[in-house]
């Protein structure tokens, strides 16, 4: 059972260029989410998805795209790089709550983007 | 809305020495809270959890928490640390769905042999 896999794992990207980090979820959570995480900061929601053709901006989502056609894939990009992007990126899959009983996060192992 | 503040960004205890990482959280609604562990170059895994049973959570590894609801805080404990426990450490808190998940900035747990 592979989890969460996010690819690539490490990327350096030149100012203006674009790219899509990849995440993939194979135990058939509905809810997938996009953090960053800064140097001594914790996880900030960029996106998050409730399901397969529903998306919604969190906390930190400008310059930052994503799509759920399937429920397996969340795929987040970046149209134009900045340096502010430069941050570790991570994408979690959970089950709905139920009332009160939060399901915990899957996370993926992340990946490192560098903007230069 | 809510948040979560960690009040040490650093932690060092030699091993076999306790564990505690302290956690205070603020929430307008009944609250979850979390406990994640994140090693070096990898995501976050899940330690435990509190959402409105139990007071004291036990989770994997040895560690616990306890939600104290007077004191708004869910510190983190461990009997006797393991050099394995190094890592960086999350409190969460979230409201009634996990569509808005507050993360403290962490704490760093170092372990002296």
């Known amino acids: 059972n592979a989890g969460v896999t996010q690819t690539p794992k490490f990327r350096i990207l030149k100012i203006g260029q674009s790219m899509t980090l990849q995440c993939t979820q194979d135990m058939n959570h509905n809810y997938m989410y996009w953090y960053r995480q800064d140097p001594g900061m914790g996880l900030k929601l960029i996106y998050y998805?409730?399901?397969?053709?529903?998306?919604d901006k969190g906390e930190v989502p400008n310059g930052y795209n994503v799509s759920r056609s399937t429920t397996e894939d969340f795929p987040l990009r970046l149209e134009l790089a900045a340096p502010s992007q430069t941050s570790v990126y991570f994408c979690?899959?959970?089950?709905?709550?139920?009332?009160?009983?939060?399901?915990?996060?899957?996370f993926g192992d992340g990946t490192r983007l560098s903007i230069l | 809305a809510q948040s979560v503040t960690q009040l040490d960004s650093h932690v060092s205890v030699s091993e076999g020495t306790p564990v505690l990482l302290r956690c205070n959280y603020s929430?307008?609604?009944?609250?979850?809270l979390f406990w994640y562990v994140q090693h070096p170059n990898k995501g976050l895994q899940l330690l435990l959890k509190?959402?409105?049973?139990?007071?004291l959570v036990k989770g994997i590894n040895g560690f616990e928490a306890e939600f104290k609801k007077s004191e708004t805080s869910f510190h983190l404990t461990k009997p006797s640390a393991h050099m394995s426990d190094a890592a960086e450490y999350f409190c969460?808190?979230?409201?009634?769905?996990?569509?808005?998940?507050?993360f403290g900035a962490g704490t760093r747990l170092t372990v002296k042999p």
């Open positions: 998805s409730v399901g397969a053709g529903i998306t």
């Open positions: 929430s307008s609604y009944s609250p979850s």
């Open positions: 979690a899959s959970s089950h709905p709550g139920q009332g009160t009983q939060n399901q915990p996060q899957h």
């Open positions: 969460v808190v979230t409201a009634y769905n996990n569509n808005d998940m507050r």
């Open positions: 509190y959402t409105s049973a139990a007071t």
